[in-house]
């Protein structure tokens, strides 16, 4: 009998071991919310981030992801880098343009490119055919924006593998600019020292760490930041601002499996500090 009970227990720990990958496995989209406090704002505007979509597959015509926008019914949508990916035989860059048309035609839609579109050496195409959907792409440059009456100075930088002096150059620009609520769209998460001075910082680029284990740890490895990254996905409270960094859209793409790390959507809730 005591040897049937061992088995049963041994049995039933590998049955729960079995459940716990397979569950850390789930690729499904989630819709992932942050509520941020912005001084000086009298009417909440809410923001979608979505980045390192690498021209992944969502469905016909990309339905699942769309319509999970759709339902969130932003006020604007960034798109933070590694939107089209660098394989262009294997995901093909209209997957990503026809997304971005879709949702310029409802939104507000702006744009920074990330490392994939520079690798990849269209970088500057890639940046008109985006244009040509609607998408208004930012290159150091910052716009003022009127959002439910808000006035919110939005400022993007490309990735830095555009080239250092180029990157520095831009930070230099959106630094000395706009005034009002202070937003920067900028890929990379791990340049922190960089972005002082912003209200609230929008980024990706780190896939979430790619393999997490909820309440222990939060990203295992990420590029350009290493093993246990600092800052893999979440909400940051930096120096200086907020930060909240996406853990991207990629799934299929990605070289090891996502675990416990689902592809997310991003919804920022700008809301009335106290």
């Known amino acids: 009998m005591r040897g ?10 590998l049955a729960a071991l079995l459940l716990f990958f397979l569950l850390g496995l789930d690729t499904r989209l989630v819709v992932r919310r942050y509520m941020v406090k912005a001084d ?21 015509e990309q339905e699942k992801l769309l319509s999970a926008v759709w339902a969130q019914n932003p006020d604007l949508v960034l798109l933070g880098g590694d939107w089209i990916d660098d394989d262009f035989g ?41 244009i040509a959907c ?20 939005l400022s993007g930088v490309d990735d830095p593998s555009i080239g250092e002096e180029v990157w520095e150059e ?18 990379r998460p791990e340049r922190v020292e960089s972005y002082r001075g912003f209200d609230l910082i929008l980024a ?23 093993w246990f990254p600092a800052y893999a996905g979440g ?7 907020i930060m909240v960094v996406s853990r991207g859209l990629a799934r299929e793409t990605t070289r090891v499996p996502r675990f416990y790390n689902r592809p997310e959507i991003v919804v920022i809730d700008l809301v009335l500090a106290d």
Not at 47 to 60: A, K, N, P, S
Not at 177 to 186: D, H, I, N, P, Q
Not at 235 to 241: Q, S, V
Request: a negative charge.
């Open 90 to 130: 294997h995901r093909p860059p209209e997957r990503g343009y026809d997304v971005a048309r879709s949702l310029a035609e409802k939104y507000p839609t702006y744009y920074v490119s990330g490392n994939h579109e520079v690798w990849s050496g269209y970088a500057e195409e890639i940046k008109r055919e985006l």
């Open 4 to 13: 049937k009970g061992i088995k049963r227990v041994l049995m039933g720990m």
């Open 134 to 153: 609607g998408v208004d792409v930012l290159e150091g440059e910052s716009v003022e924006l009127t959002l439910n009456g808000q006035r919110i100075c």
């Open 204 to 226: 990706g680029h780190a896939h979430g760490g790619q393999w997490r284990i909820p309440g222990l740890l939060n990203g295992l490895l990420a590029p350009d930041q290493g």
């Open 40 to 60: 000086g704002l009298t009417e909440p505007v809410r923001i979608v981030l979505l980045t390192d979509f690498h021209c992944c597959d969502y469905g016909e």
């Open 235 to 241: 909400y940051y409270e930096l120096e200086e601002g």
């Open 170 to 187: 831009q930070m230099a620009r959106v630094q000395a600019a706009g005034e009002g609520y202070r937003l920067l769209l900028t890929h």
